[in-house]
């Protein structure tokens, strides 16, 4: 990334991006591949804030750029963001709401206001400026209420669970850098693949995970967190092959859903999904196995070298096995991208949406995330998110 932008002055407007704090290079180096010219580190106090990219891309938001601008390292994009100074919460409530009126105005359909704050975007529980983001986003909509009526008409309540499917039309987001300082943007929000949203439908693209002590390992944050990426997740009764189970977090998401499970896996399950009579183990090779019967849907957490999830890619998607497919690519070192568009370009190949994201669980690891359009959308199931 080239020099930083000094704090100081009101800059043109650009596009803002969040990641997984330090994977801030990898964004980067994405943007440019995708076309940016310049990206930047956004500074306070001359410290670079973490999880956030600029990029000097002068376009408007729609749904050909939000397409194209869909990095895998980026959780969450602030479309068209300027930077906007005031010394009190009025005076940025009102430069913030004449930057948002005209695009807010014009849209009859519903919307969302996101007000985040840096410490957010590393999931720091109760982040510094919170209570001052919080207050700003209510002083916005009152304006929103008082001067043009839109929240009677069309505002979203934030999202509490997996299963939020409503309909966003437009999201606003604020990003208060520092007391008197913020990103404002607003766009369109493109639904891509099936469900999904980008901008991600979840304050900076995190997915609130409620902890679950039952679960035998930590990584069944992940799944809940693709699910919700994917804007689907199994219902009650749903079939579901988790493929690289053991030890069984991944299982214990399936389970909660009330989806009936088999886990494959080399090694054994163990705490109570290893008792549990909706869960059949198979101890044996994931890339080996196939269902009977095609599947709803198929999820993999196997260690294995990239190129081999094309290979689950081919059998899972190219002979239908299942509906809807999370699977994971783990990489040594630097992302292997050939790899990762070769399993991408697969899966379309075979008619699916494919998308692929470096979510907020995720280690050095990608999650793709592939549907298949002919199969129908299942309902929703409720998740643990908790408010945020
Ligand atoms: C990261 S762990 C999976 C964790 C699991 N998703 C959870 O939440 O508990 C990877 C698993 O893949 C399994 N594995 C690796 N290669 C495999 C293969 N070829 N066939 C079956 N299992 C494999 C390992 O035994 C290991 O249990």
Redesign the pocket.
Known sequence: MDEPLASGANRTAGWAFTCRHGCEALLAGELLRLGVPRTHRVLTDGVPIEGLVWADLDLQPGAVTLRRFDPVYALQVLPAAIELRAPSIAGLADAAWRHLAPMLKETDGPWRLHALVPGQLKGTPKPRLRRRADLLADAILERCRTVARLRARAWLAPPTDLGDRARLDVLAQVLLLEPERMLVSVAPVWHGVPQAAWPARWPAGLFPVADDPVA??S??RKLWEALAALGEAPTAGATCV??????????RVLRVCGANVVA????PLTGAVARDPQVRQVI????RFRPATPVDWVVS????FPERVAELVEVWCGQRLARRAVLQMKFRGAPDWAALDGALAAARGHGWTARAKHLFNDKNEVTLLLADPAAPVSAPAAGPGDEP
Do not use: E, K, N
């Open positions: 035998p390992a990584s069944f988790d493929l690289g189970a053991a030890p069984g977090g991944w299982t494959v896996d080399r090694a044996g090779d994931a890339f957490d196997v260690i294995a």
